[in-house]
């Protein structure tokens, strides 16, 4: 509980209506979840604009608000104007839980690919070595193994005011530590602003998210990734990346340079197999042999980047190296156990740079045929539609286009742009709407040796179609159609 004054004392005031001295416990930008001592906070967003849910906030009790324009203020409540509630409501929330990612040692992972990863190792290698470290991501919101359930909405970054609730919660729960994604949406539309990051990484950057709706253009994109290495005290960059080499010059914290080439951090004798990859990781705090069963050479560079993390943090290399042998990524290359001549893998893969990857890596290890099962989601940038099909079909064996989530376009639309760029590749294709039917093929055709990749969904467990959302969880569905398989043989 705090005064409202004290609460928006970092913040710039355009006016007031009744008392800035009331007492706040608790702020929300939802009119449903407000109650007496809440401060509900107009955002005008994509969908809504919260001004319009005033008169419901203040009928559920709400006892202040902020607004960003003049309107009619419901008696009783007390309205603050400001430029930009988002960031106002950020800098409630910090004040309101005690700034707790100053009392906690927080580490940021930035990127077009890899953050999921990256953050489920450290999260990982941290949890084994006896460290209560809370996550924060794709994968949802987790304390040590638990998995958090707070009753509140969850992107991969959360609202500012659920994320510093959830930072509470974690410490409450015994952590000291936390690892969250920090997307480049959350960094521009102020998610995190007032957040406190012990340590920052930059992944890359490549073309993903740019939309009206999301980012104008890369350079918007790069430069909302870049605000993040404003708020952190040290930093671990990919200098393999141009846009990391450009960071670095914008940087004024201390950095580590990670690379696959020499750098602060950087492997050498690197051996990789269709079992997984070895290899030395070299560091300012000493080198270690790296044994891992994740696939693919970018993971490199998520392994090399979650190592340093936890160098940084105090641990010995050697220790962190050897927990990394064990760890397991939900949903990213994960094998889907058959038992059958052939292997089926699910992946998330659903760029352009990460399918090229993904099949690169594949291909490198194949014994067989790569077999690869993808499609574009709907509503989403359709400049990566014509690239992914030319990827598959120049890398994989045979792609079998289909469906990712429509949303609310024309499954079938979506494909013929796919179609476009498969057609210039001259590799084999097939186009099967359905995702079910498209997955059932690729496995009824799949030989000894050959890799069926199912690109896309990773650890998803649903498909979203309009407004309708259907469960879709591909290991249960891999092993439906190979028992329909089986009984149809
Ligand atoms: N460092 C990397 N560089 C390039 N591609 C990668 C890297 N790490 C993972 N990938 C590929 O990208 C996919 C997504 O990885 P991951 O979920 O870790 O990324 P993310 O940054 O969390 O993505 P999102 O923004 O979609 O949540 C993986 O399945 C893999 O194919
Ligand atoms: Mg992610």
Request: proline share 3%; net charge negative; hydrophobic share 35%.
């Amino acid at each position: 509980m705090a005064r409202l004054r004290e609460l928006l004392k970092r913040v710039d005031i355009l006016g007031v209506i009744g008392d800035i001295d009331c007492h706040i416990e608790a702020v929300t930008y939802d009119s449903r979840k407000c109650g007496p001592g809440t401060l509900f906070v107009c955002i005008d967003g994509f969908s809504t604009d919260g001004h319009k849910y005033l008169g419901d906030a203040a009928a559920a009790g709400a006892t202040a608000c902020l607004i960003t324009r003049d309107i009619e203020i419901p008696a009783g409540v007390t309205a603050v104007k400001v430029a930009d509630s988002r960031n106002a409501m950020a800098a409630v929330a910090c004040e309101l839980y005690g700034n707790p990612s100053q009392r906690m040692h927080l580490l940021g992972i930035t990127g077009t690919k890899g953050k999921t990863t990256t953050a489920y190792i450290y999260w990982s290698i941290m949890n084994s070595m006896g460290y209560t470290t809370g996550m924060i991501g794709t994968l949802g919101n987790y304390v040590a193994g638990n998995k958090i359930n707070t009753g509140r909405s969850t992107p991969t970054t959360p609202e500012s005011c659920d994320l510093q609730y959830t930072f509470t919660y974690m410490m409450d729960s015994g952590a000291q530590d936390a690892v969250m994604e920090v997307t480049s949406q959350a960094l521009k539309l102020s998610r995190v602003a007032y957040t406190e990051y012990e340590t920052g990484i930059f992944m890359n950057l490549s073309r993903d998210h740019i939309t009206e709706r999301e980012h104008p253009d890369m350079e918007d994109y790069f430069l909302s990734k870049a605000k993040l290495f404003s708020m952190c005290k040290q930093a671990i960059i990919n200098v393999d990346s141009e846009y990391g080499i450009r960071l670095l010059s914008m940087t004024s914290v201390p950095v580590y340079r990670m690379s696959l080439e020499q750098a602060d951090i950087y492997p050498t004798n690197i051996h990789t197999d269709h079992m997984g990859m070895t290899f030395d990781l070299n560091t300012p705090w000493g080198s270690a042999r790296v044994n891992t069963n994740l696939q693919g050479k970018f993971n490199i560079y998520n392994i090399m980047a979650a190592i340093s993390a936890c160098c940084l943090r105090g641990i010995d290399i050697a220790t962190a190296a050897s927990a990394v042998s064990n760890v397991y990524v939900p949903g990213r290359l994960e094998e889907v156990n058959l038992n059958r001549p052939y292997k089926v893998l699910i992946d998330y893969a659903h760029t352009p740079d990460s399918l090229e990857n993904v099949l690169r890596a594949l291909k490198e290890d194949a014994t067989g045929r790569v077999i690869c099962v993808f499609g574009c989601g709907g509503d989403r940038d359709h400049g990566k539609r014509p690239d992914m099909g030319r990827i598959s079909c120049s890398i994989a064996d045979i792609s079998v286009i289909t469906s990712d989530n429509p949303r609310t376009e024309e499954p079938d639309a979506i494909i013929d742009m796919i179609e476009a760029g498969a057609k210039t590749a001259g590799g084999k294709y097939v186009r099967i709407t359905d995702r079910r039917s498209a997955i059932k093929y690729a496995i009824s055709i799949a030989a000894e040796g050959d890799v069926v990749i199912l690109a896309g969904k990773g650890q998803e467990t649903y498909q979203m179609f309009g407004d309708r959302t259907i469960p879709f969880d591909e290991r249960v569905i891999v092993r439906q159609v190979l028992e329909e398989l089986d009984n149809e043989h």
